[in-house]
T-cell receptor, first 113, second 115 residues
Framework: GENVEQHPSTLSVQEGDSAVIKCTYSDSASNYFPWYKQELGKRPQLIIDIRSNVGEKKDQRIAVTLNKTAKHFSLHITETQPEDSAVYFCAASRDTGFQKLVFGTGTRLLVSP | DAGVTQSPTHLIKTRGQQVTLRCSPKSGHDTVSWYQQALGQGPQFIFQYYEEEERQRGNFPDRFSGHQFPNYSSELNVNALLLGDSALYLC??????????????FGPGTRLLVL
C-alpha cells in the first residue's frame, strides 16, 4: 500500500543552523508533495509544496527538493529561528483531482537559541 | 475570510458510545476530508466528501461514517467507540482541480478521548 517514511524523528539544531528533513514515498503515481508545520496543540499548516513537474521550490528560508526517480523529497530550512520549533510532516498524493494525503510520521524540530 | 472550523474542540466518551463531529469548510471550498491523528503520529486519511458523496476512503472500518450537507459542511460519525479511537480528528477542506489542485487547509481539530 501507499507509505511515506520520514527521517529523522527528532532534530535539534542551534539557532542560525540549517535543518534538513527527508521523506521517501512508495506510490510511484504520487505527484504532489506538501509539507505541513504543526505547533503543539494547533492545526497542521502548509508551509510549502511541490509538484512532480519541478525539482526544487524555494520560499524565503524554506526550500523543498524532489527526486522522482529515487522517490525522495526533502525540506530544507536555512537560518533557523526558535519559532521554527514544531513538528513537521511531509505528505504525498496522487494528482487525481481529489487529494488523499498520505503523511509521514513527523519530525520534531527543536531550535535552541 | 473564514477558515475551516470544527466542533466541538474536545469530547470525552465511554467505550461503546457513538460520537458526531462537525466541520465547516473554508469559504469557497466544496470538498471535505477527514483525518485521524493519534498522539505522536501523522494524520491518517479516513474519507473525503464532494457533492454530498463519499469519494475516497482510507483503511477505516465501517464504524466510521460521514455525511456532507448541501452547504458543504460535513459530519464524521463513529459508532461503538473503542479506546483506540482516542485521537485528534482533523477536517481539511479544498476544491478539486485538474493540474493545479488547491491545497488542503486544516481545521483546529476535535480531540476525542474514549474512556
Amino acid at each position: 500500500g501507499e507509505n511515506v517514511e520520514q527521517h529523522p524523528s527528532t532534530l535539534s539544531v542551534q539557532e542560525g543552523d540549517s535543518a534538513v528533513i527527508k521523506c521517501t514515498y512508495s506510490d510511484s503515481a504520487s505527484n504532489y508533495f506538501p509539507w505541513y508545520k504543526q505547533e503543539l496543540g494547533k492545526r497542521p499548516q502548509l508551509i510549502i509544496d511541490i509538484r512532480s513537474n519541478v525539482g526544487e521550490k524555494k520560499d524565503q528560508r524554506i526550500a523543498v527538493t524532489l527526486n522522482k526517480t529515487a522517490k525522495h523529497f526533502s525540506l530544507h530550512i536555512t537560518e533557523t529561528q526558535p519559532e521554527d520549533s514544531a513538528v513537521y510532516f511531509c505528505a504525498a498524493s496522487r494528482d487525481t483531482g481529489f487529494q488523499k494525503l498520505v503523511f509521514g510520521t513527523g519530525t520534531r524540530l527543536l531550535v535552541s537559541p | 475570510d473564514a477558515g475551516v472550523t470544527q466542533s466541538p474542540t474536545h469530547l470525552i466518551k465511554t467505550r461503546g458510545q457513538q460520537v458526531t463531529l462537525r466541520c465547516s469548510p473554508k469559504s469557497g471550498h466544496d470538498t471535505v476530508s477527514w483525518y485521524q491523528q493519534a498522539l505522536g503520529q501523522g494524520p491518517q486519511f479516513i474519507f473525503q466528501y464532494y457533492e454530498e458523496e463519499e469519494r475516497q476512503r482510507g483503511n477505516f472500518p465501517d464504524r466510521f461514517s460521514g455525511h456532507q450537507f448541501p452547504n458543504y459542511s460535513s459530519e464524521l460519525n463513529v459508532n461503538a467507540l473503542l479506546l483506540g479511537d482516542s485521537a485528534l480528528y482533523l477536517c481539511a477542506s479544498s476544491t478539486p482541480g485538474t493540474e493545479n489542485q488547491e491545497t488542503q487547509y486544516f481545521g483546529p481539530g476535535t480531540r476525542l478521548l474514549v474512556l
